[in-house]
């Protein structure tokens, strides 16, 4: 079982001069212990939930990345995940590319549908209904998949017109940078697994919940004619793993039970704390599991 860091909050410590600092030494530190993966929110404003305001500071988010690309040499990088409206296809692919290139192919493209409308009509940008985002997201990574081929033709699609898919310099993952789709929809965004993705990003609400969306997913890849273990299992994990290591490590048992291969793990105090008890706590026994 491996692990990522998922580096969702910026506001610890306070003061804004230390974001950068304290972004690099989690970033680090994360690579120094173990960590698989490093990524990172595509979001304007903060989510707002009981424990966040939409005002409090958040960085973009493919910057970031770029930037923790110079300070590490091992982890994979990407956005848990790319909103769809938020870059134009063509546009993303070059930007996935140009990560790829300069982390020395270490980059994957996660994307989803995006949800959150307070950031995007708080920045103009369009909000279309669900259905048109689904159609708009499976078109993106038609897209993405012909820029990483020997394919320079044009695209004609409902929602993008491309009239010529050049992407020099090409990846230097081959055949290109891996696809992650997050999100558990049943009826689409699972369908949209089994046809494009590399890889899956799941909520880890429960084992239970897990289990039940991976039975839709490999009944999505019998549909489609898709090999379902070709596909990589990951999911966000809810269970701090700092709070109470055993009970992290006894879910995490479950979820290699089901073929999950990576969990994320989201700082709930400082990040540079969290990462090194992370380190010393969970994954030594981690690497144990699966």
Request: one cysteine or more.
């Given at each position: 079982?491996?692990?990522?860091?998922?580096?969702?909050?910026?506001?610890?410590?306070?003061?804004?001069?230390?974001?950068?600092?304290?972004?690099?030494?989690?970033?680090?530190?994360?690579?120094?212990?173990?960590?698989?993966?490093?990524?990172?929110?595509?979001?304007?404003?903060?989510?707002?939930?009981?424990?966040?305001?939409?005002?409090?500071?958040?960085?973009?988010?493919?910057?970031?990345?770029?930037?923790?690309?110079?300070?590490?040499?091992?982890?994979?990088?990407?956005?848990?995940?790319?909103?769809?409206?938020?870059?134009?296809?063509?546009?993303?692919?070059?930007?996935v590319?140009?990560?790829?290139?300069?982390?020395?192919?270490?980059?994957r493209?996660?994307?989803?549908?995006?949800?959150?409308?307070?950031?995007?009509?708080?920045?103009?940008?369009?909000?279309?209904?669900?259905?048109?985002?689904?159609?708009?997201?499976?078109?993106?990574?038609?897209i993405?998949?012909?820029?990483?081929?020997?394919?320079n033709?044009?695209?004609?699609?409902?929602h993008?017109?491309?009239?010529?898919?050049?992407?020099?310099p090409?990846?230097?993952?081959?055949?290109?940078?891996?696809?992650?789709?997050?999100?558990?929809?049943?009826?689409?965004?699972?369908?949209?697994?089994?046809?494009?993705?590399?890889?899956?990003?799941?909520f880890?609400?429960?084992?239970?919940?897990?289990?039940?969306?991976?039975?839709?997913?490999?009944?999505?890849?019998?549909?489609?004619?898709?090999?379902?273990?070709?596909?990589?299992?990951?999911?966000?994990?809810?269970l701090?793993?700092?709070?109470?290591?055993?009970?992290?490590?006894?879910?995490?048992?479950?979820?290699?039970?089901?073929?999950?291969?990576?969990?994320?793990?989201?700082?709930?105090?400082?990040?540079?704390?969290?990462?090194?008890?992370?380190?010393?706590?969970?994954?030594?026994?981690?690497?144990?599991?699966?």
């Open positions: 079982m491996k692990l990522g860091l998922h580096y969702w909050n910026y506001s610890t410590p306070a003061d804004t001069a230390r974001i950068a600092p304290t972004l690099a030494e989690a970033a680090r530190v994360a690579e120094q212990a173990g960590f698989a993966s490093f990524t990172a929110m595509d979001h304007y404003f903060q989510m707002e939930t009981p424990s966040t305001a939409a005002d409090e500071p958040m960085l973009e988010g493919y910057t970031a990345l770029g930037y923790v690309a110079a300070l590490t040499e091992r982890m994979t990088l990407g956005l848990l995940v790319t909103g769809v409206m938020y870059r134009h296809p063509g546009l993303l692919a070059k930007i590319t140009t990560l790829d290139v300069l982390s020395g192919g270490r980059a493209l996660g994307v989803g549908a995006s949800w959150y409308e307070r950031e995007q009509r708080g920045l103009g940008v369009p909000v279309v209904p669900v259905a048109e985002r689904f159609e708009r997201l499976e078109e993106t990574l038609q993405c998949k012909q820029m990483w081929s020997e394919d033709g044009p695209y004609e699609g409902r993008y017109q491309l009239a010529e898919t050049v992407c020099v090409a990846p230097l993952t081959r055949p290109h940078p891996p696809v992650m789709i997050g999100g558990g929809g049943e009826k689409k965004t699972l369908l949209l697994v089994a046809r494009y993705a590399d890889a899956c990003n799941l880890g609400s429960s084992p239970e919940d897990v289990a039940h969306k991976l039975d839709v997913l490999s009944a999505h890849c019998t549909d489609v004619g898709r090999d379902y273990d070709t596909i990589t299992k990951t999911v966000l994990a809810l701090p793993p700092v709070e109470d290591p055993k009970a992290f490590l006894v879910q995490a048992e479950q979820y290699a039970r089901l073929g999950v291969t990576e969990l994320q793990v989201m700082p709930d105090r400082d990040p540079v704390e969290f990462v090194r008890r992370v380190g010393q706590d969970v994954l030594p026994q981690l690497a144990l599991i699966g």
